[in-house]
Nanobody
């Protein structure tokens, strides 16, 4: 599956953004989907995923970010509310067949910058 992320931008602290990740392929509904992020000079970190019928979040974004998907549109979203400067990073979407596989498909990333 090929992925294309969009929706990043510059926002003030406490603001909101919604990221989108469009996927190719007719089997999108069968894939687990996730968001990761990487800040400058930091390791890539997990943000959220939709695996099977369950969603999971990093503690740092729990209660502020929401992952959702629209299988009819082959798209997964990340609604980000109450943004903080420490959320500044390049956000990537990723896909895997199921939990027994690694996150093997990646989008190109979209920059999110939160100003204080």
């Amino acid at each position: 599956v090929q992925l294309q992320a969009s929706g990043g931008g510059l926002v003030q602290a406490a603001g909101s953004l919604r990221l989108s990740c469009a996927a190719s392929g007719r089997t999108f509904r069968n894939y687990d989907m996730a968001w990761f992020r990487q800040a400058p000079e930091k390791e890539r970190e997990f943000v959220a995923d939709w695996s099977g019928s369950r969603t999971n979040y990093a503690d740092s974004v729990k209660g502020r970010f929401t992952i959702s998907r629209d299988n009819a549109k082959n798209t997964v979203y990340l609604q980000m509310d109450s943004l903080k400067p420490e959320d500044t990073a390049v956000y990537h979407c990723a896909a895997r067949r199921n939990r027994f596989y690694t996150w093997g498909s990646w989008g190109q990333g979209t920059q999110v910058t939160v100003s204080s």
